[in-house]
């Protein structure tokens, strides 16, 4: 369960960032964007899954 909150919390900051980069370059309502703050919002839901197992 350990490596799988690393590996969660490891592709959340990934995401995170990408998303934050991509947005100070285009803008926030950028689709790109937005399907990568959707991907966040799918990742730190695992993340809370699996932290309250």
């Known amino acids: 369960m ?3 909150m690393n590996d969660l919390l490891f592709q959340i ?3 995170r960032r990408q998303m934050v980069e991509l ?4 803008s926030f309502a950028d689709e ?3 399907d990568l703050s959707t991907r966040l919002d ?3 839901n695992q ?3 699996v932290k309250h197992h």
């Open 2 to 4: 350990r490596r799988r």
């Open 13 to 15: 900051e990934d995401c």
């Open 47 to 49: 993340y809370q899954v």
């Open 23 to 26: 947005a100070l370059k285009s």
């Open 42 to 44: 799918d990742l730190l």
């Open 32 to 34: 790109q964007v937005v």
